[in-house]
């Protein structure tokens, strides 16, 4: 049995723990705020919940595995799970509605042909079976396998299947970005430009400049479904919790790792704050990259006179300058209008203000920018039917300061999705990128993206094993990258690692 100290209870290390738990090892976790989840938090108030993370969950998959690996009750036992129907409803730039079906592709082209016309429905499917290429291609190296050693091969080569288009006199153009996909191969529909530039600026990534492989992200959800869940995502952070508790795992919370102990070149404890050490053959991190490169400080050295850099050069990099996200909490008074959508997404009307805000040389609150609001139907997170509870979410650049105008500003465009809000609004909330650094310990608020092939691996995350023997980086700043489903797998490698040692091969 080894001992194996976790710095952080975020979901991916949280799914470590309970692995690793079950394997036979001995698992504490220490935690330096006061509860569990990571960016699965939550805000109470009177009555009201909201979640400060995602409000939906995808690939639900990752999450039955590991309750079905970790104990008897599967994850339906714990959570009430359940699809959103219809999955999300877009209000495009020129007005256009469209309700997209859950985890129907063909339904979602029925969908687009009836609110964007015939042909646009075809268009999109034929998109999703090349998308679909892209997902088989890379689902293993990208979601299911430690990052391979020669992780070139997936920074270089495209998986996704562009369309070649001939021009007259010049050689042929495929596509490399959504962007050209959207102008490509969706007939340069304003509106399926919108559609799909917004999978990459829900992820903080730009999508002029975003491989063609993120061809994943509509498939995922067209093809595996949006699921909600009973009392918001913060009761799966709690089932997990409650999975761990009951594997004996051990949690120490308001415990505040400061440094981590090597002894004969490899990881071997940890130190706290108040100075006591606790010793380990295993440590996973659950940090972000700059929090671990601050924990090993005190490593005079790396196996082969490294010094104390885990990643160095020819290894996949940390990502910087990722954006940050703006939430806002809405606590109304009156009932959730019936039929009305969980999630609405609200375009832009200045696409290229917004772009140009988030990626450009004027950083800040785009104008009017894509705006996601969420909706959901659970008497869990209001006080009474007679009330609501609605969140705003839109990207941002790290680091952007809010002022209570720009709230406003949001307020004022979300009346077009939810009529009369200023009416029916009985106090709201404001979680800044300042909120998020100060939760995650992420640089300005940023939030890690998921892993995606192509693009020179700009869009790869740093692998789960460093160059110090006995450490393991888990969660949303590791491979396989951000997002639930993601961090949750990340999970899964760490312990696949350490039970099976280098030669394991990913989930089977």
Not at 16 to 43: D, I, K, Q
Not at 194 to 220: H, I
Not at 286 to 314: M, Y
Request: contains cysteine.
């Amino acid at each position: 049995m080894a001992r194996i100290v976790v710095i952080g209870a975020g979901m991916g290390a949280m799914a470590a723990a309970a692995r690793l738990a079950v394997a036979g090892h001995r698992v504490v976790v220490h935690e330096r705020s006061g509860t569990y989840g990571g960016a699965l938090g939550s805000v109470e108030r009177d009555g009201f919940a909201f979640d400060t993370g995602p409000g939906l969950l995808q690939l639900p998959a990752v999450y039955r595995d590991l309750f079905v690996k970790t104990g008897k009750e599967p994850l339906e036992k714990c959570v009430d799970l359940s699809q959103v129907e219809p999955a999300v409803r877009h209000v495009f730039a020129d007005g256009t509605t469209a309700d997209l079906p859950n985890a129907s592709r063909a339904g979602v082209g029925d969908a687009l042909d009836a609110a964007l016309g015939s042909g646009a429905g075809a268009r999109w499917s034929a998109y999703m079976n090349r998308a679909r290429e892209a997902w088989d291609r890379t689902r293993r190296p990208l979601l299911e396998e430690p990052l391979w050693p020669n992780w070139q091969v997936l920074a270089e080569r495209e998986p996704y299947p562009s369309v070649p288009h001939k021009r007259l006199l010049r050689r042929e153009r495929r596509a490399r970005t959504l962007t050209e996909v959207a102008e490509l191969e969706l007939g340069g529909d304003a509106r399926l430009l919108a559609l799909l530039e917004q999978y990459a600026l829900v992820c903080g990534l730009d999508p002029r400049a975003t491989p063609a492989s993120a061809a994943v992200l509509p498939y995922m959800e067209h093809t595996f479904g949006a699921w909600s869940v009973r009392g918001g995502m913060r009761a799966l952070a709690r089932a997990v919790y409650e999975r761990c508790l009951a594997r004996r795992v051990e949690f120490a919370f308001d415990s505040h790792v400061t440094r981590i102990i090597e002894k004969d070149g490899r990881a071997a404890g940890v130190e706290l704050a108040d100075g006591t050490a606790h010793e380990a053959d295993f440590v996973v991190a659950g940090v972000t990259p700059g929090a671990l490169d601050g924990l090993l400080s005190g490593v005079s050295a790396l196996p082969g006179g490294s010094g104390v850099n885990i990643r160095p050069e020819g290894e996949v990099q940390p990502r910087s300058g990722l954006p940050s996200r703006l939430m806002v909490f809405l606590a109304l008074t009156g009932a959730r209008p019936e039929g009305t959508p969980h999630r609405t997404v609200l375009h832009t009307p200045d696409r290229g203000d917004e772009l140009d805000r988030l990626f450009g040389d004027r950083p800040g609150l785009p104008a009017a920018p894509t705006l996601t609001v969420l909706r959901p139907a659970d008497p869990a997170l209001t006080p009474d039917a007679g009330h609501e509870a609605v969140t705003l979410t839109v990207t941002v650049p790290a680091h952007t300061e809010v002022t209570e105008a720009d709230v406003q500003r949001l307020l004022g465009r979300a009346e077009a999705v939810v009529p009369g809000l200023r009416g029916r609004l009985l106090w709201h909330e404001v979680r800044t990128p300042a909120d998020i650094a100060e939760a995650t310990g992420a640089d300005g608020g940023a939030v890690p993206p998921p892993s995606l092939a192509a693009g020179g691996g700009r869009l790869l995350h740093p692998a789960n094993s460093t160059r110090l023997p006995g450490l393991f980086a888990v969660g949303g700043w590791a491979h396989p990258g951000g997002g639930l489903p993601h961090a949750g797998m990340s999970g899964t490698l760490v312990a696949g690692l350490i039970v099976e040692g280098p030669e394991f091969r990913g989930s089977q």
